[in-house]
């Protein structure tokens, strides 16, 4: 089956705007989560989503958002970009929410690359 | 403060030997823990899990060992193949939530 999608793969923005990032989940996941993943910070927990409803959010200022639709899929929006934005942002699916659930793998797609110039 | 741990930025192991990768955490109301690989320019792939309420857990050449009093968890790949060459970060979670806070990961190289 497919796996998790993230658009676009790579993109370059400029100090001030605005971006947003699409995830797709496995089919038949709800639950999708969204990290940033930095050379200094490494990878760091933004928000997590189930049914449409923010379960979770890591410490990451206002300008950082996120939604889930009624289809499980995710977009995340950046507001203000500032230089230090710039990394890898990664998207996670599973099929609920909770890790400690018999077969409950969160699986990871492949990122989307944001370089703020 | 970093919660979870990876001191060894990186390893190097012979192929058939054992790779040992290393994680500590600081944060006792962890109660899952997991092992991901890491390639470039790909997202991150689930290896090995382990709850708290065990002590050590198996799947194939990967085995995972938590050592709770300590705050010290292992993942022990056996025998090393050269394709096991990549970044592994260790993440830890409490079960009945999905947010995993990883360590900064350590780059194990395998040579043939």
């Known amino acids: 089956k497919a796996g998790v999608t993230q658009t676009p793969r790579y993109l370059i923005k400029t100090r001030g705007q605005q971006v947003t990032l699409s995830c797709s989940p496995i089919?038949?996941?709800?639950?999708v989560s969204w990290y940033q993943q930095t050379p200094g910070q490494g990878l760091q927990f933004l928000f997590e989503?189930?049914?449409?409803?923010?379960?979770n959010k890591g410490n990451f200022p206002g300008r950082f958002s996120g939604r889930q639709f009624s289809n499980s899929r995710s977009e995340m929006n950046v507001s203000t970009l500032e230089l230090g934005d710039s990394a890898l942002y990664l998207c996670?699916?599973?099929?609920?929410?909770?890790?400690?659930?018999?077969?409950?793998?969160?699986?990871f797609g492949e990122g989307s690359w944001l370089t703020v110039v | 403060d970093q919660q979870v741990k990876q001191n060894s930025p990186s390893l190097s192991v012979q192929e058939g030997r054992i790779s040992i990768l290393n994680c500590d955490y600081t944060?006792?109301?962890?109660?899952?823990f997991l092992w991901y690989k890491k390639y470039p320019a790909e997202g991150p792939t689930f290896l090995i899990s382990?709850?708290?309420?065990?002590d050590k857990n198996e799947d194939g050449r990967f085995t995972v060992f938590l050592n709770k009093s300590a705050k010290h968890l292992s993942l022990h790949i056996v025998p090393s193949q050269p394709g096991d060459s990549a970044v592994y970060f260790c993440?830890?979670?409490?079960?009945?939530?999905?947010?995993?806070?990883f360590g900064k990961g350590t780059t194990l190289s395998v040579s043939s």
């Open positions: 996670a699916s599973s099929q609920r929410p909770g890790t400690g659930t018999i077969g409950n793998t969160i699986y």
């Open positions: 089919s038949g996941h709800r639950s």
């Open positions: 989503y189930f049914s449409e409803t923010q379960r």
């Open positions: 944060n006792s109301m962890f109660d899952y």
């Open positions: 382990i709850s708290s309420i065990k």
């Open positions: 993440a830890a979670s409490y079960m009945a939530g999905t947010a995993l806070i």
